[in-house]
């Protein structure tokens, strides 16, 4: 707790905010899908240490789908799946409330270190966790026949001395399917609980995804593909929970409607 709450009031302090203005900010906390009560309560108990007072807690996947361009309505439930570094999101959401939904700790960094393990499996390799990001960013793909190449450069296994190896695209989609393959399993049983008439509505409209994973190349189209469903991304997914969050704060009937109760 004093570590969270060291780094809130640091981050508030480099955007301009001084701690004797804390009680002045609004603050939106995005939290998981279905966060229990205590984990909830150390959300709340981190903003009174930090001093703040005007604070509103929103289930992640409201920012996201807000963020991804959707609109939720009481009548037109939102499908949303959203895959961050650490955590991935997946819901149907509604003015109402999440109708069903789960919060798992499953994301890009599982991917992360599933390709520094396969580049020293493979390649004999030792690269760090940024390295294996970039390569998953820049050339992992979903596609059946990826092609492409990258340099990465670390060190040699065998003799401990600075190396590179070319990386093959092909070589790092398995990496990304078998977590991607667990969310899905997932979002289908997100979708299994639903009435009936709200998975027709779901079903039309489609899913709405975002989090930086899915800038990995043919990571939708494939989504898609599994789900026998139509996919909207936005243009930069990595920043819809943001941009869901900033829209909220601007509308208050939306901010009032999916705000937790702290009380």
Known sequence: MRLATAMLKEFLARVGVKTG???????????PCGVSPSVFAQYVALTEECGLKRVHFVEQPYLSAVGAGAVISDSDPVFCLDIG????????????????GVSMNIGGNN???NVLAKVARVNGLRIGTLTAERLKN??????PTARG???????????CRPASA?????????????YVDKILEYAVAVLRRLPAEVAALVNRKGIYL??????????PQYIGAKLEMRYQVCEEPQFATVLGGGAILREKDLLK?????TD
């Not at 190449?149 to 003799?159: F, K, L, N, P, Q």
């Not at 989090?211 to 990571?219: D, E, F, P, R, T």
């Open 85 to 100: 570094g650490g955590v991935t999101n997946i819901a149907v959401v509604s003015v109402d409330g999440i109708i069903s």
């Open 21 to 31: 203005a804390f009680h002045k900010v609004q603050v939106l906390f995005s939290v």
């Open 166 to 178: 070319s990386i093959q695209a092909g070589d790092l989609t398995d990496c990304i399917r078998v």
């Open 138 to 143: 820049e050339l992992g793909s979903m596609s």
């Open 210 to 219: 975002s989090g930086g994973v899915m800038k990995i190349a043919y990571l």
């Open 149 to 159: 190449s990258m340099v990465a450069e670390g060190s040699s296994i065998e003799s």
């Open 257 to 261: 409607a999916f705000s937790l109760p």
């Open 111 to 113: 991917m992360d270190a």
